[in-house]
Nanobody, 123 residues
Framework: QVQLVESGGGLVQAGGSLRLSCAAS????????MGWFRQAPGKEREFVAA????????RYADSVKGRFTIARDNAKNAVYLQMNRLKSEDTAVYYC????????????????WGQGTQVTVSS
């Protein structure tokens, strides 16, 4: 079955960096677009970033544009989220997801989800 496993979360001070990874299995990874979402306590899960199956195109939420970078390695069946200049409002559980469409920004566009990894930014 399809599995998406996130890693790399943790506690970091404001202004610091983290790199999240998502390892995929059970699907033809190179045919799926991938996305990152996040969910803070008491809030809806929101779109963060997406990348097409080739990696040639990306999309970002305005709140992270210029600070976060999504990338993928199809040879390793992995997608990454480099997060720089972290802010306290970036604190959330971060999820990766797989999408047969094009740079989806809504949850309903994604077919598979990981379990999430916690990112906590202290101010």
């Amino acid at each position: 079955q399809v599995q998406l496993v996130e890693s790399g979360g943790g506690l970091v001070q404001a202004g610091g960096s983290l790199r999240l990874s998502c390892a995929a299995s059970g699907l033809t990874f190179s045919t799926y677009g991938m996305g990152w979402f996040r969910q803070a306590p008491g809030k809806e899960r929101e779109f963060v970033a997406a990348i097409t199956w080739t990696g040639a195109n990306t999309r970002y939420a305005d709140s992270v544009k210029g600070r976060f970078t999504i990338a993928r390695d199809n040879a390793k069946n992995a997608v990454y989220l480099q997060m720089n200049r972290l802010k306290s409002e970036d604190t959330a559980v971060y999820y990766c997801a797989a999408d047969r469409g094009w740079l989806g920004v809504s949850r309903g566009e994604y077919d598979y989800w990981g379990q999430g990894t916690q990112v906590t930014v202290s101010s």
